[in-house]
């Protein structure tokens, strides 16, 4: 026998009427591993999430959730057989209900002096220690974040699964949030899969990020594999600001006006560069162009240039620069930085 | 390692096909428990679903196999007359409610004047007058022997022309006085949530007060209108006591006729699909005029319609229109009500109606509360079921359960007889016959078509009051292990308290002021305060129903006393 994964979901399929919100997914969860599944509104991966916790059933294909069958699309699992936790955008806390007796709720069955300690323990976790007596009202919005992520964690559940479990916050609390929920699955070992539509959250939190369009799972790899070797146009442009280059094709190499393309082989068109693969330059050599677009950043500034070819690229330049649109200036690759061949999005 | 292809299906898991025999781990955990779990809800949501329907429907199956013999006698009787006074009354209370409706909820809304926020859930108010009683009182105080008209003789001679009170006229009269509240409640919300911005940009784009008003919100207000004027029609419709005071005869009349003159169970169920026939025409009437609209759509926070502050004799003429409509439908006769309830009780004759008051109070209480509390499970398994399984089942299953309120009295009332009598053959044919057959006015009979006809307000409140709580609420209840009875136990029941109490309060109301399926379907010796009332009233004692008729305004008033919290929100000042 096989080892024994905390999830396995194999060929899923999710149909509502003549759409197909999940089309064919399969994904494998090792244990302790964090995977944050991203993809822009409407891709599946909430549906997908959904399956996994027992709030949909599958139309087609199988999850597994510590090698057993939970949903073979004829029977389904109910969620409250399956000890898996969620924690949803909105908090989703009993509203009628304490701080203890909302991280209890799951605790069931258990000696009370038991179910003390442990409300304890999670509370400390989430650094929310002393609040076991408030009532949700009584909470900001990240405490009671964090209270739902205690309760889930309570019943040590072999998998949590978290839906945009950050989209209501500011920016400030949420990145808090975020070092809360890793540090809370790290203490415990607990595997979880985090969707989101937010890129940097899914390539600051995943151990993989996956990344689905259109109900299909296109790349599932590290953050560095899909961010700077994307398995196509649309994960690259997905994951953060990208420019494509046109590549002619040698004899055995491969070239774009900013030089040659490493790897790529002879039916790849196009290149993909960052913007901070790209910098401007005031010597004489790269390519010259028009500066189309000017966005100041604070750390530094994102322009667009025209090249004088006919495409744009977005590069960009030190803080201490002061680009304005309308200027002619060079760029070229920064020294260390390559082009990544990219396959179009079929 | 872990495995993730992005599209190619991994060789190593067993297809699904053969995932139920796979190895015996799965087994553990789809028992059989779990299938169980599964299935409880919704099961009991469709038998709650067929136990509405099955009246419904042991009508229609009656009407496949018409005894023409009936229709025939029938229509060369009173069958024609009937359809008529039916077609009449129908159409003329609805006017009448839309226009008084209508126009009072453009006079309260549109406009400032004194005490015009008072007015505008004050005029809701005559919801609380059961059609009967407002009836009797009208005949009483202006039928030929009452004092106005023996004032108008001495005052113009004994010749002088009154109009007939005991007339279709007058049946029209007395509805609309108490009916028109609902259109005047779904038209006010309707203003409140949708009219502001039209009205205004209306006036900017050069159209005066009154142009605007007919052009743009009188035609935004129409879906409102026409579901107010269905409820309206519905209402009158299930009604056969009130316009028999007028001598108004309609098909509703013409099922107790048969009924309650033959006790032919068969020929009063033919004549009852006919009022069925009348309620589907109207439901099909209202889809019409709806149209594509939705009513109750509210745009989020749209802006209130800015009112316009009356002064002078305009103001003074707005008063006293709401004035005298509150006064006529519900200050007078009340009024009147309470002086005749103090002479009974202390007039010369003594009070012997009084010694009875408290049997007939326990009969209406204990009835409707039996109505309201299996109204209120009822809802609730309907309602949970739907959300722990969300599908058509269910679906199918709370829409037909809220069909009540589109089937008339005599509807339900004469179903719910078929039914039950199906059933005594039934325990009869399998060897159990009960003493005492089920069907013939019996206990059981009653509540049952009680609860068909009012399952429906109840279903709504709680429905609206479930929706409140998200559904990840339910969903991470459930994620925690809790099997649906808890999570409807600990989570939806104290979440949505307020409204399953509120749905109680509003099936106890109705179950109170219903009368006719209590006049069809009372065992003897069951009287309720409303069948009281409607007997007094039938052998002209009318000082004497006084007091039971005033029992179940004040009764009524408690829905309207919950509306007008709803509504003080509506005629607080526009939020700029």
């Known amino acids: 026998m096989t080892e024994v994964l905390p999830l396995e979901v194999d060929r899923a399929v999710k149909a509502f009427g003549d759409t197909v919100a999940v089309g064919g997914v399969t994904i494998s969860l090792d244990h302790r591993e964090i995977i944050a599944v991203v993809g822009p509104s409407g891709c599946g991966k909430s549906t997908l999430l959904r399956a996994i916790g027992g709030l949909e059933s599958l139309d087609d294909g199988s999850i597994r959730l510590a090698g057993l069958v939970v949903d073979d699309g004829d029977t389904r699992v109910p969620p409250e057989r399956r000890s898996v936790g969620l924690v949803f955008q909105e908090h989703a806390l009993f509203p009628h209900l304490t701080v203890h007796a909302n991280v209890s709720f799951g605790l069931r069955g258990r000696p009370r002096a038991e179910v003390d300690d442990r409300v304890d323990e999670m509370l400390g976790v989430v650094s929310l220690a002393g609040y076991e007596g408030r009532y949700p009202h009584e909470l900001s919005g990240g405490e009671r974040q964090r209270v739902a992520l205690a309760r889930a964690l309570a019943p040590s559940p072999a998998l949590m699964l978290f839906d945009e479990p950050f989209a209501s916050l500011d920016r400030n609390l949420r990145d808090e949030l975020r070092r809360h929920v890793v540090s809370a699955l790290r203490a415990t070992g607990t595997a979880a899969l985090i969707v989101t539509h937010d890129q940097h959250e899914a390539l600051a939190i995943g151990d993989r990020v996956a990344v689905m369009r259109s109900g299909r799972l296109v790349q599932a790899d590290s953050p560095d594999a899909v961010f700077h070797s994307p398995a196509d146009e649309f994960v690259a442009a997905f994951l953060g600001e990208a420019s494509f280059l046109p590549i002619e094709n040698g004899d055995g190499t491969a070239v774009s006006v900013l030089g040659p393309v490493p790897g790529a082989s002879s039916t790849t068109h196009r290149a993909m560069v960052r913007p901070d693969d790209i910098e401007l330059t005031d010597e004489h050599e790269g390519v010259e162009g028009e500066i189309t677009e000017v966005e100041y950043r604070g750390t530094h500034w994102f322009v667009d240039v025209r090249l004088d070819h006919g495409i744009s690229v977005g590069a960009l330049a030190p803080h201490l620069d002061r680009p304005e649109i309308g200027d002619r200036r060079r760029v070229r690759l920064v020294a260390g930085h390559a082009q990544v061949p990219v396959e179009p999005v079929d | ?576």
């Open chain 2, 1 to 576: 390692m872990t495995s993730v292809d992005a599209e190619r299906p991994s060789a190593s898991t067993s297809s699904p096909s053969e995932s139920p025999s796979g190895p015996p781990s799965d087994r553990v955990v789809l028992s059989a428990g779990d299938r169980a779990s599964r299935s409880g809800w919704p099961v009991a949501a469709v038998v709650v679903g067929v136990l509405v329907v099955i009246p419904v429907a042991f009508l229609s199956v009656s009407i496949l196999d018409p005894n023409e013999e009936v229709w025939r006698q029938q229509w060369r009787t009173r069958l024609p007359g009937q359809l008529v006074d039916t077609a009449v009354l129908l159409v003329g209370v609805s006017i009448g409610s839309l226009v008084l409706g209508c126009g009072l909820a453009w006079l309260v809304t549109a406009y400032r004047f004194p005490g015009s926020r008072l007015f505008g859930w004050l005029l809701v108010a005559p919801l609380a007058m059961p059609s009967y009683v407002l009836g009797f009182v009208t005949l009483s105080v202006f039928g030929f022997t009452g004092p106005i008209q023996g004032w108008w003789r001495d005052t113009f001679g004994d010749d002088a022309w009154f109009p007939p009170v005991r007339s279709m006229g007058g049946a029209i009269v007395v509805f609309t006085l108490v009916l028109y509240p609902y259109v005047f409640l779904l038209a006010r919300t309707a203003l409140a949530d949708q009219a502001g911005a039209a009205y205004d940009v209306a006036r900017s784009l050069g159209a005066g007060p009154v142009e605007a008003a007919r052009r743009v919100v009188l035609p935004l207000l129409r879906p409102a209108l026409a579901a107010g004027a269905s409820i309206v029609m519905m209402e009158t419709l299930t009604d056969f006591a009130t316009v028999q005071y007028f001598s108004v005869d309609t098909v509703s009349v013409g099922v107790f006729r048969i009924w309650r003159g033959t006790f032919d169970r068969d020929a009063a169920a033919e004549f009852a699909t006919l009022v069925l026939v009348v309620a589907l025409l109207i439901i099909g009437i209202e889809r019409i005029l709806r149209g594509r609209a939705r009513y109750g759509e509210s745009a989020g926070a749209a802006r209130r319609l800015a009112a316009r502050r009356l002064t002078g004799v305009r103001a003074a003429a707005a008063f006293c229109t709401c004035s005298f409509v509150l006064l006529l439908a519900f200050g007078a006769p009340t009024a009147q009500l309470v002086v005749w309830a103090i002479d009974e009780a202390t007039g010369p004759r003594g009070t012997p109606l009084v010694d009875q008051f408290p049997g007939f109070l326990q009969n209406s209480v204990v009835l409707a509360a039996f109505t309201a509390v299996i109204c209120v499970i009822a809802a609730v398994v309907v309602t949970n079921a739907q959300r722990f399984h969300p599908g058509r089942t269910t679906g199918i299953a709370t829409r037909v359960t809220a069909i009540g309120y589109a089937v008339p009295g005599p509807v339900v009332a004469i179903g719910v007889v078929l039914a039950l009598v199906a059933l005594d053959d039934a325990l009869e044919f399998i060897g159990l016959g009960l003493p005492g057959a089920v069907a013939t006015g019996s206990f059981v009979g009653l509540v049952y078509a009680y609860c068909v006809r009012f399952l429906a307000p109840g279903l709504n409140t709680i429905e609206s009051g479930l929706a409140q709580v998200p559904e990840m609420v339910t969903a991470s209840a459930r994620s925690l292990g809790a099997r649906p009875s808890r999570v409807a136990s600990r989570i939806h029941l104290p979440l949505s308290r307020a409204s399953i109490l509120t749905g109680a309060v509003l099936v106890t109301v109705d179950a109170v002021k219903e009368l006719p399926i209590a006049l069809l379907l009372r065992p003897i010796g069951f009287d309720t305060l409303s069948v009281w009332t409607f007997n007094l009233v039938s052998e002209s004692r009318f000082e004497q129903a006084a007091l039971p008729a005033l029992a179940i305004i004040v009764v009524a008033l408690v829905p309207v006393a919950l509306l007008s919290r709803q509504l003080a929100r509506l005629s607080g000042e526009p939020s700029s």
